[in-house]
Nanobody
């Protein structure tokens, strides 16, 4: 499974970015996609998740109300719309693929992610 991330970049505080994670393996069901981020000098943290099988989603507290995860089945893609961005959202964002008919509770598992993208940088300036 190869995951290709795109859409990162630089934006001013309050702005928006849309990240995408594309793969031919993002079929109708049988997997969950998680988005994670790692800020400079900090541990990796889960941002959001979407379950392809159940349609369930998960958002970290800091993402609720600002970030939206969605699927585009026609494009085999999962996107992360990030609005009202803050400087503390700066970091490298990764999408991860976990195979199986899963809900998003599994994103909290340390071993989540059979496959990972290379990461894409997001910089939010104040």
């Amino acid at each position: 499974v190869h995951l290709a991330e795109s859409g990162g970049g630089w934006v001013q505080s309050g702005g928006s970015l849309r990240l995408s994670c594309a793969s031919s393996s993002l079929t109708d069901s049988g997997y969950a996609i998680g988005w994670f981020r790692r800020a400079p000098g900090k541990e990796r943290e889960a941002v959001t998740c979407i379950s392809a099988t159940y349609g369930a989603t998960f958002y970290a507290d800091f993402a609720k109300g600002r970030f939206t995860v969605s699927r585009d089945r026609a494009k085999n893609m999962v996107s992360l719309q990030m609005d009202s961005l803050k400087p503390e959202d700066t970091g490298t964002y990764y999408c991860a693929y976990e195979s199986g008919n899963l809900g998003c509770e599994v994103i909290t598992h340390e071993d989540f992610g059979d496959y990972w993208g290379d990461g894409i940088p997001v910089t939010v300036s104040s």
